[in-house]
């Protein structure tokens, strides 16, 4: 009995060990792993799905709380006949422009993860040589509203506030997203201080795309779980690694250890290869559940499957195009944010 104790003492203690060292620099890939950022950036990912976008507008919704209080929106972007939605904001406690996007909305979950086997490598991305990604990832932000919404509001953000640290995030089709926006502002815009975190994030290119993507948008952390089915589609067939799906770094894999009643969660910082056997890879990819909960937060729309969206008093706000999107906006004073902002210790704002 006291060798039974004495194992479990052991193993407890193993695992808080592993599991506390949340705060991570990858070598030669310049992504920063932060446990409390990723708790308060999975939230915003997480609001963006609101259907009510007076109360989203206003961030008077039940999830807009907690580790997000405080965050104000400046533009709203609808894309009514897609079912997309994002927003732009400043968030004074991390004092930086946050961009969430949302993830599949207007179909069922399981029919969108049916659809992700079969997506095909069909277009090559813009000024990239060999780099193939899928169109419909690609056109969900380049051809849609959002993009020129999002890129709009940006710049008036840095009118407004200066070039302060611009945080993209989405959850599933969202994160893909919040992929080609990061990769846009960078090479596009030439915006610094670009950080991307997605959640549950399915592959959206090829290698030569995960090389480009990891030069120009190092800090980027895709945030894996236990045995989520997304992060393993569209399917990587490591037997033709130039022609298969390939996902970019960096990996972070939040699962369990333990037995029985002794459990505890680790949050494994992944190699900067985007496909490491030894995080997501090594397990089958096959729970819905797990694709649903990330930090113990709920992530998807209140009414999966369907495309409802809700508005109340905003007209002062919102412009309506001839599509029938939407877009609301508004301006908030420079002074919710510290304006003077100092370069971490790695060169990056903070």
């Known amino acids: 009995m006291d060798g039974i104790i004495m194992l479990k003492g052991l193993i407890l203690v193993c ?36 259907s009510d976008l007076t109360e989203l507008f206003t961030w008077t919704c039940p999830r807009c709380n907690d580790l997000t209080k405080g965050f104000q929106i400046l533009d709203l972007i609808v894309d009514v006949k ?3 939605q994002a927003y732009v904001g400043v968030a004074p406690d991390l ?12 179909t069922s979950i399981q029919n969108w993860i049916a659809d992700l086997f079969w997506k095909q490598l069909d277009i090559e991305y813009p000024g990239m040589e060999n780099a193939m990604v899928h169109h419909g990832f690609y056109s969900a932000y ?25 945080m993209v995030t989405g959850h599933s089709m969202g ?44 800090n980027t952390i895709r945030v894996t779980h236990e045995h989520d089915i997304v992060p393993h589609l569209p399917p990587y067939y ?22 029985g009643h ?20 090594s397990v089958t990819g096959y729970s819905i559940k797990d694709h649903l909960w990330y930090y113990g937060v709920r992530l998807g729309g209140e009414n999966p499957g369907f495309c409802r969206i809700v508005e109340r008093d905003l007209a002062a706000y919102g412009t ?25 210790e790695d060169g990056r704002l903070m």
């Open 238 to 259: 490591h037997y033709f690694p130039q022609k298969t799906y390939h996902h970019f770094p960096t990996e972070v894999w939040l699962h369990n250890l333990g037995f």
């Open 175 to 218: 994160g893909a997203m919040a992929a080609f926006c990061g990769l846009d502002l960078t090479v596009n815009y030439g915006s610094q201080n670009v950080s991307v975190m997605t959640f549950g994030q399915p592959r959206i290119g090829n290698a030569a795309f995960a090389s480009y993507y990891s030069k120009w948008v190092p």
């Open 262 to 281: 002794l459990v505890y969660t680790v949050e494994k910082v992944c190699d900067n290869s985007g496909e490491d056997p030894s995080c997501s890879r």
């Open 95 to 106: 004092n930086a422009i946050v961009i969430a996007f949302r993830g599949t909305q207007a």
């Open 15 to 50: 695992l808080i060990a592993s599991s506390t060292a949340r705060e991570l620099k990858v070598k030669d890939q310049g992504s920063i792993y932060n446990h409390t950022l990723a708790t308060i950036l999975v939230e915003y990912a997480a609001t963006v799905y609101v």
């Open 142 to 166: 380049h051809n849609t509203t959002l993009r020129p919404g999002v890129l709009c509001a940006v710049k008036r953000a840095k009118e407004l506030y200066g070039h302060i640290p611009i």
């Open 320 to 344: 309506v195009d001839v599509d029938g999107n939407v877009i609301l906006s508004r301006d908030i004073p420079a002074s919710v944010l510290r304006m003077n902002v100092e370069p971490n």
């Open 82 to 84: 897609l079912c997309l």
